[in-house]
């Protein structure tokens, strides 16, 4: 099984700053790797598939980068909504066995 | 975009099984152009892939579960569904239905979400 570390696990920032998020895969998935916010009550969304591609609808403010093991998710100019859960997911294996990362937690300084 | 939303029982008894729908509107489940996963997250934490089900029927599921879960479609009723047999109070959590564009391995949309719990 395909393993994913996100870290840090809370990252305390403030509106305005630059965020970045790392996600490392336990063995080389290409760049089959995507980022997903999820807001408390809510169900995730997808932010980036395929490393760095934004997904429809996503401000420009959201990249992703990496591929092979490091990935990173950078929000460049965090606004009030984007304090949140964030997950890496990994789509690698045929057939499929995707795996999550355990999370990074945005919160406001 | 299709959208999804799940329904079933919101308490199961231990050992009995937890069967969940997932009811896709928008788009037809037998186009082609759409896969099908569970993903559940148990309380205060993280997700949980559970399996994927494509619109021909073919399954792959989570080794984890230990072949407890069956996933089937329905494309009379444009809906998918899930079958997780023997629970205990582990498999208590939010599942989520939700959709993939076939061939690509990243899922979106999600279903909003149900809470099971497991208890007596």
């Known amino acids: 099984e395909i393993v994913l570390a996100q870290s840090p696990a809370t990252l305390s920032l403030s509106p305005g700053e630059r965020a970045t998020l790392s996600c490392r895969a336990s063995?080389?998935?290409?760049?089959?790797l995507a980022w997903y916010q999820q807001k408390p009550g809510q169900s995730p969304r997808l932010l980036i598939y395929?490393?760095?591609n934004r997904a429809a609808g996503i401000p420009a403010r959201f990249s992703g980068s990496g591929s092979g093991t490091d990935f990173t998710l950078t929000i460049s100019s965090l606004e009030p909504e984007d304090f949140a859960l964030y997950y890496c997911?990994?789509?690698?294996?045929?057939?499929?066995?995707?795996?999550f990362g355990q999370g990074t937690k945005l919160e406001i300084k | 975009q299709v959208q999804l939303q799940e329904s079933g029982p919101g308490l199961v008894k231990p050992s009995q099984t937890l069967s969940l729908t997932c009811a896709v509107s928008?788009?037809?489940?037998?186009?082609?152009?759409?896969?099908f996963n569970w993903v559940r997250q148990h309380p205060g934490k993280g997700l949980e892939w559970i399996g994927y089900?494509?619109?021909?029927?073919?399954?792959y599921y989570n080794p984890s579960l230990k072949s407890r879960a069956t996933m089937s479609v329905d494309t009379s009723k444009n809906r998918f569904s899930l079958r997780l047999t023997s629970v205990t109070p582990a498999d208590t959590a939010v599942y989520y239905c939700?959709?993939?564009?076939?061939?690509?391995?990243?899922?979106?949309?999600w279903g909003q979400g149900t809470l099971v719990t497991v208890s007596s």
């Open positions: 939700a959709a993939g564009d076939f061939g690509e391995n990243w899922i979106d949309p």
């Open positions: 928008g788009g037809s489940i037998s186009s082609g152009a759409y896969s």
């Open positions: 063995q080389t998935i290409g760049s089959y």
């Open positions: 997911q990994q789509g690698y294996n045929w057939p499929p066995m995707y795996t």
């Open positions: 395929d490393a760095s």
């Open positions: 089900i494509s619109d021909s029927g073919s399954t």
